[in-house]
C-alpha cells in the first residue's frame, strides 16, 4: 500500500528551502506514529534538507534521476517503476513524504493520503501539486491539540482512492 504523507498551510505550502515553514510537534508525532517501522520514500533535495540522515526504525529510499547518487544507510531508486515495484513486494504501508516532485511523479499510484493542514499561511518556495480531488474521499478527520507547544490550529485528514 502505497500512502502519501505530508503537511500543508492553507495554501498548499509545504516547503521552505528545504525544511519545514513552520514547528509543529504534532505534526512531528504524528509523522513518526504513522512511519515507525515502515519505509519512506522521498526526493534527494528533501533527504539533503535533512542533513542526509535517515529516520531510525525506518527504511528510507531517495528517490532521484542521477545514476550514480549515493548516500549511506538508505536505498536509492531511480524511477516510478522501481518504487512501485518495490511497494508491491512489501507487507508493510510505504510511505511517500516529500518533496513536491516525488508527489507529483506519485500521487496516482497511492491508495492513500494523510495530510496535516494547518490553519495558518506562511512564506516558503514549495507547494503540493495540484490534485485532483475527485478521485479522493476524505474517511477521517482528527482536530489537532492547540497548545503551549503547538501554536496553530490543525488537522489530520485522511483519504481513501475512489
Known amino acids: 500500500m502505497l500512502i502519501a504523507l505530508w503537511a500543508q498551510d492553507k495554501q498548499g505550502l509545504i516547503g521552505e528551502n528545504g525544511t ?9 508525532k504524528f509523522f513518526k506514529d504513522q512511519t515507525i ?17 535517515p529516520l531510525p526504525q525506518r527504511t528510507t529510499i531517495v528517490l532521484t534521476s542521477d545514476p ?23 507487507d508493510h504501508p510505504v510511505f511517500l513524504t516529500g518533496g513536491a516532485g516525488v508527489f507529483d511523479t506519485m500521487i496516482e499510484d497511492c491508495d492513500q493520503l494523510y495530510r496535516t493542514v494547518i490553519d495558518e499561511t506562511f512564506t516558503g518556495d514549495v507547494f503540493f501539486p495540484e490534485i485532483d480531488w475527485d478521485k479522493w474521499a476524505l474517511t477521517k478527520t482528527i482536530p ?16 481513501q482512492k475512489k
Open 144 to 159: 489537532g491539540v492547540v497548545d503551549d507547544r503547538n501554536k496553530y490550529r490543525h488537522q489530520f485528514e485522511f483519504y
Open 37 to 53: 517501522n515502515n519505509t519512506i520514500i522521498m526526493g534527494r533535495k528533501t533527504f539533503e534538507g535533512m542533513n542526509r540522515r
Open 20 to 28: 519545514l515553514p513552520w514547528h509543529l510537534p504534532n505534526d512531528l
Open 68 to 90: 550514480a547518487y549515493q548516500a549511506e544507510g538508505v536505498l536509492v531508486m531511480h524511477n516510478r517503476e522501481e518504487i512501485l515495484a518495490y511497494t508491491k513486494e512489501q
